[in-house]
């Protein structure tokens, strides 16, 4: 009995996803660079994906290792079907296997409607929802060949889509993005729906106002902080950290029940601060 109750504390005490494979796309900065590094601390061995700034991603690989886990940056436009075949086969070849996707790339083109050129709408939309699709489609067929290993994980396969509060809160001068992050919920719950039987759960992640090197202009003066903060009932701004502990966490089997879930990382940004004082 003793032997038993001591092997079960020993259990919860390894990481949470030990010896699991994760790919987490644009993961060189910002939120993707601390969700790979988060997932490494977790036990993960991690594919950093960058499209640009090898450096960087190379950075973040020996950061990753440091954790005592297996780490390897790889480039590829996760907009391009070619490059995610080539990307996903690579990692079944190096590492085995893929137990977690984090679809996370994705970028800006900003401009009111009117001034939005065509160029700017389709790689908005090719890069944050055509990107997940085929990662997500990609990763799955690798999902279905392997099947649940139980000593690994209860579920065959983990994907988490990163959104925004933006698929629900429009976003004027950004019809583009929000019109991706919009397709994002929908693609998600959807494939959450088709994969759920095959035990894949499929689950989303929407942060509010983060600390990223892609939206500095809303933070880096005291003045544009302020004004951010009036959006933001927490009253702070969110750092990269805090999105990668909520997507490590729903990666774990600690959550095996939650499918087709969006988790807001927001500070309360999606509960309508306009409204706390009547409207």
Not at 50 to 63: L, R
Not at 96 to 111: E, K, P, Y
Not at 179 to 199: C, D, I, W
Not at 245 to 269: P, Q
Request: hydrophobic share 45%.
């Amino acid at each position: 009995m003793g032997t038993s109750v001591d092997e079960a504390r020993k259990a919860e005490r390894l990481p949470l996803l030990k010896g699991q494979k994760a790919l987490v796309t644009g993961a060189n900065s910002g939120i993707g660079r601390a969700t790979a590094i988060g997932l490494g601390r977790m036990g993960a061995d991690v594919v950093v994906n960058y499209v640009s700034d090898a450096d960087s991603a190379n950075q973040v690989v020996g950061e990753i290792e440091a954790c005592g886990v297996r780490a390897y940056a790889h480039e590829a436009d996760v907009s391009r079907e070619d490059q995610v075949v080539g990307m996903v086969s690579r990692m079944v070849e190096e590492l085995g296997t893929i137990d977690i996707l984090v679809a996370n790339a994705g970028l800006q083109r900003d401009a009111r409607l009117t001034d939005m050129t065509l160029a700017q709408w389709q790689k908005v939309l090719d890069v944050n929802l055509t990107g997940q699709y085929l990662c997500a489609r990609e990763a799955t067929k690798e999902f279905l060949r392997r099947g649940v290993v139980p000593e690994v994980s209860s579920s065959a396969g983990k994907i988490i889509c990163m959104s925004s509060v933006h698929q629900i809160i429009p976003w004027a001068g950004h019809v583009n993005y929000a019109a991706s992050k919009g397709g994002v919920l929908m693609l998600m719950e959807t494939m959450a729906q088709e994969l759920a039987p095959h035990k894949i759960r499929v689950n989303g992640v929407a942060p509010g106002a983060i600390r990223t090197p892609i939206n500095r202009s809303a933070w880096d003066t005291p003045e544009a902080e302020a004004k951010l903060l009036e959006l933001i009932p927490y009253g702070r701004v969110g750092e990269p950290e805090d999105v990668a502990r909520a997507v490590a966490v729903l990666a774990s089997d600690l959550l095996d029940y939650v499918v087709g879930t969006t988790l807001y990382v927001d500070g309360g940004m999606t509960l309508f601060p306009g409204f706390a004082t009547g409207g």
